[in-house]
């Protein structure tokens, strides 16, 4: 579990260098794909961790998926606040949070069935 952790958090960051660079040079189109990817990733980190992962005992993908939600859920906010426009807005909080709860929920939910 760790070393996919470890492996879709160094690609969140190298992502966040992109944009960082993307922004800095004007590159729109590049911007805006490293950011939609960024959002994906935040929004999906748990189960891009379980696919990263690969293991075959369901208790396992499990609790990667929860370990995993530890870090999706502030990365989440951050997200929301990027895009409030670097301020906060229930509307962006609502909808990112609120779309990472659910599918790191309903992945824990699909993983608890026997």
Do not use: C, K
């Given at each position: 579990?760790w070393?996919?952790?470890?492996?879709?958090?160094?690609?969140f960051?190298?992502?966040?260098?992109l944009?960082i660079?993307f922004?800095s040079?004007d590159?729109d189109l590049a911007?805006?794909?490293?950011?939609?990817?960024?959002?994906?990733?935040v929004?999906l980190?748990?189960?891009?961790?379980?696919v990263l992962?690969?293991?075959?005992l369901?208790?396992?993908?499990?609790?990667?998926n929860?370990?995993?939600?530890?870090?999706?859920?502030?990365l989440?906010?951050?997200?929301?606040w990027?895009?409030?426009?670097m301020?906060?807005s229930?509307?962006?909080?609502g909808?990112v949070?609120g779309?990472?709860?659910?599918?790191?929920?309903t992945?824990?939910?699909?993983?608890?069935?026997d």
């Amino acid at each position: 579990m760790w070393r996919a952790l470890a492996m879709n958090i160094a690609a969140f960051f190298l992502l966040f260098l992109l944009h960082i660079l993307f922004a800095s040079q004007d590159f729109d189109l590049a911007f805006s794909v490293v950011a939609l990817f960024i959002s994906l990733q935040v929004i999906l980190f748990g189960p891009l961790t379980v696919v990263l992962e690969g293991a075959n005992l369901r208790n396992d993908r499990r609790q990667t998926n929860r370990v995993s939600f530890l870090f999706a859920l502030p990365l989440s906010f951050g997200l929301a606040w990027a895009y409030g426009g670097m301020a906060w807005s229930i509307t962006s909080v609502g909808a990112v949070v609120g779309a990472t709860l659910i599918l790191h929920a309903t992945l824990d939910r699909q993983l608890s069935l026997d």
